[in-house]
């Protein structure tokens, strides 16, 4: 039996004198505790810090635009007559604007003197009114009169 235990080789717990002694240091604790996603993550240098601090991406120049020159002037000229073709656009509306302001200033007034003329009208026509309901008053009084004559007339004994 001494044969076998001499060619195995002692655990870490059997050099210490047994269990519950440290066994080695926190850091390599650790390293075996980790699991195995974490260690393929360390080797393929995933976590290294860096030591340079990225800041923005890489810019690249305008001469080092793949572009050609004669595609940036068909670019210029697309831009400008678009503009220009905006401008023109906006100046119309612009124009139609003040065309339908006008039109709208217009109309306004003709409709607060079509509004006046209407008051006028209508004052006119009550006035009307007034002196028809008056007549027809005067009338019905008249004809009451009558009316009473005739009785009288009719009931009045003749002497």
């Known amino acids: 039996m001494s044969n076998v235990n001499s060619s195995r080789k002692p655990s870490n717990v059997e050099k ?3 269990r519950g002694q440290t066994i080695g240091s926190v850091e390599d604790y650790l390293k ?3 699991s195995d996603t974490e260690k393929e ?4 240098g ?3 810090k860096s030591k340079r601090t ?3 991406p890489n810019k690249t120049r305008a001469d080092t635009l793949p572009v050609k020159n004669q595609e940036m002037d068909e670019l210029k000229r697309l831009i400008l007559s678009t503009s220009a073709n905006l401008k023109k656009e906006i100046k119309n509306n612009f124009n139609q604007t003040a065309k339908i302001n006008e039109d709208l200033k217009f109309l306004r007034e ?4 079509r509004e006046v003329e209407w008051r ?3 004052e006119l026509w009550n006035q009307e009114k007034n002196e028809l309901m008056e007549k027809v008053k005067i009338l019905q009084e008249k004809l009451e009169q009558q009316e009473k004559k005739t009785k ?3 009931y009045r004994v003749p002497t």
């Not at 993550?41 to 393929?44: K, T």
């Open 16 to 18: 210490l004198g047994g």
């Open 32 to 34: 075996r505790k980790r």
């Open 41 to 44: 993550q360390d080797e393929a």
């Open 46 to 48: 995933i976590f290294e």
């Open 54 to 56: 990225v800041r923005s």
């Open 110 to 113: 003709e409709m607060r003197i």
């Open 120 to 122: 006028k009208e209508k």
């Open 152 to 154: 009288e007339t009719i």
